[in-house]
C-alpha cells in the first residue's frame, strides 16, 4: 500500500512534517471528496495500540484480585488506581515536549519496554508495596506508548478525515476491552498470575515488532525550550477537562465493575467488558464521519446522558438484565465521547505541537481516571458500591456542564465550523 507523507514526500525546508492536511491520493473512481484514508502504516500503529491495550487492560482488570491476593481492600486497589495514573500524569506534559521536538520512535520503544518488563515484576516480588511501585511504573509505560501511537497516528490520518481516523485508531482501545479483560480473568483463573504477567509481557513484546516495521514520519521542527507553554497545550484544554470529568466515571467502573460483580453474584464481569465493547465498536466505526460532519457536541450530551444511566442501574437496580444494558450505555458513552474531544483536542494542532496537544488530552484523561478510582475505592469502604456509583454519576452532570459552559466555545470545536 502506498506511504504517501508529506515528511518524506518533500523536502524538509518545504514540508518538514506530515501533517493532517495532506492525503493519500484517492483510489481510481473514488469521490473527489473522500480522500483515501487507510495505510500502511496506520493500520500497523493501530495494531501497535492494540498491544499496548491489551497488556494494560488485562492488567487493570484483574489487579483489583492480585492485591487482594496479597491481602489488600478495595481501598488499596483505589491507591493502586490513583499511583498508576499519577506518574503518568507527571511525565505526560515532559512526553509531549519530547515529541514536539521531533521524537517519536525513541519514545515508544522506551514505553513499550517498560510495559513489557514491569509485569515481571509483579510476578517475581508479590509484595503490596512493591506493587504499588511497579503499578506506577506501568503508568509511565503507558504514558510513554499511547502518547506516542495517538501523535504517530494524528501525524498519518488525512485532515478532511481527521474524526473518522481518529475514531478508527481508537477502535484499538475497544477491541482490546473486549478482549483483555475476559483473557485476563481467563489466565487468572485458570493459570495464576504468573502466567497472566508473562502474556502480558509478550504482548508488550510483540508491540515493538509490529512498530520496528512503521514508518514513523520524520520530523524536522525548531527544538523547544522547556516551560509550561511547550509542555501544555492551551488550545487543548476545553476538550481535555471535559473529558477529565467525565473519566471520573470510567475510571470507576473499569476498575471495580469486576469485583462488584462477583460479589454480587451478577454475570462475570468479563462479559460487562465484552458488552460494553461491542457497543463501543458500533459506536466507532460511524461516529468518527458524524463528528467530521456535525461536531462533537451531540456525542458529550448524549455520551453523558448514557453514562449516567449505566451508572445509576448499577446503584439502584442491579440485576442481570440491567447489568447488560448498562455495559450497552457504558459503551456508547465511553465510545462515543473519547475519540470525538481527543480529535476535537488535537486536530488543529501542526506538527511542530501535536505531542503536546496529544499528551494534554491523555494528561486529563489520566488525571479523571486515576481520581474515579481512587474516589471510588474509598467511597464503597465508606458508603458500599451502591452509593458509589450514584455518586461517580454526577460526574456526567459536570462534564456536560464544563462543555457548555467553555468548551462548546472554543476554537478547537468542530461544532463551531460553518
Known amino acids: 500500500m502506498a506511504h504517501d507523507i508529506a515528511a518524506t514526500a518533500h523536502p524538509a525546508s518545504a514540508h518538514p512534517v506530515a501533517h493532517p492536511a495532506t492525503c493519500p491520493a484517492a483510489r481510481p473512481g473514488a469521490e473527489p471528496a473522500q480522500p483515501r484514508l487507510w ?15 491489551i497488556n494494560h487492560i488485562m492488567s487493570l482488570a484483574t489487579f483489583p484480585f492480585y492485591i487482594q491476593s496479597l491481602g489488600g481492600s478495595e481501598a488499596v486497589s483505589g491507591i493502586c488506581a490513583a499511583a498508576f495514573s499519577l506518574l503518568a500524569v507527571m511525565v505526560r506534559p515532559f512526553v509531549g515536549w519530547w515529541l514536539d521536538n521531533g521524537t517519536r520512535r525513541t519514545v515508544l520503544v522506551i514505553g513499550l519496554l517498560l510495559m513489557g518488563l514491569v509485569p515481571a515484576g509483579y510476578m517475581m516480588v508479590p509484595v503490596m508495596s512493591v506493587a504499588i511501585a511497579f503499578r506506577m511504573a506501568h503508568g509511565l509505560g503507558l504514558s510513554f506508548s499511547n502518547s506516542t501511537t495517538a501523535t504517530v497516528a494524528s501525524d498519518v490520518i488525512c485532515r478532511p478525515r481527521f474524526a473518522e481516523g481518529m475514531g478508527y485508531f481508537g477502535m484499538a482501545t ?51 525550550r522547556l516551560d509550561l507553554r511547550t509542555i501544555i497545550n492551551r488550545d487543548s484544554l476545553p476538550a481535555t477537562v471535559t473529558m477529565t470529568v467525565f473519566m471520573f466515571t470510567f475510571g470507576a467502573l473499569e476498575n471495580f465493575v469486576a469485583i462488584f460483580s462477583s460479589n454480587l453474584g451478577l454475570p462475570s464481569g468479563s462479559l460487562y467488558f465484552v458488552v460494553m465493547s461491542v457497543m463501543l465498536l458500533l459506536v466507532r466505526v460511524t461516529l468518527g464521519k458524524l463528528v467530521d460532519r456535525r461536531g462533537e457536541a451531540i456525542f458529550v450530551y448524549t455520551c453523558n446522558a448514557a453514562m449516567l444511566v449505566a451508572l445509576l442501574l448499577l446503584a439502584l437496580v442491579p440485576n442481570a438484565v440491567t447489568f447488560f444494558v448498562s455495559a450497552a450505555l457504558a459503551g456508547y458513552g465511553f465510545g462515543g465521547l473519547e475519540p470525538s474531544l481527543q480529535s476535537m483536542a488535537i486536530h488543529t494542532a501542526t506538527g511542530e505541537n501535536r505531542g503536546s496537544a496529544n499528551s494534554t488530552f491523555l494528561c486529563g484523561y489520566d488525571i479523571g481516571y486515576g481520581l474515579g478510582g481512587g474516589l471510588a475505592g474509598a467511597l464503597i469502604s465508606v458508603f458500599g458500591y451502591g452509593t458509589m456509583w450514584a455518586i461517580v454519576s454526577l460526574a456526567c452532570v459536570a462534564s456536560v456542564a464544563v462543555y457548555f459552559l467553555w468548551a462548546r466555545h472554543s476554537d478547537t470545536s468542530f461544532s463551531r465550523r460553518p
Do not use: H, Q, W
Open 39 to 53: 495505510t500502511r502504516d496506520l493500520v500497523l500503529i493501530i495494531l501497535v495500540n492494540l498491544c499496548v491495550f
Open 174 to 224: 475497544a477491541l482490546a476491552s473486549a478482549v483483555a479483560p475476559a483473557l485476563g480473568l481467563f489466565l487468572m483463573e485458570g493459570y495464576g498470575f504468573g502466567v497472566l504477567y508473562g502474556v502480558a509481557a509478550l504482548v508488550a513484546g510483540f508491540a515493538l515488532i509490529l512498530f520496528s516495521l512503521v514508518r514513523v514520519p520524520r520530523v524536522e521542527v525548531p527544538k523547544k
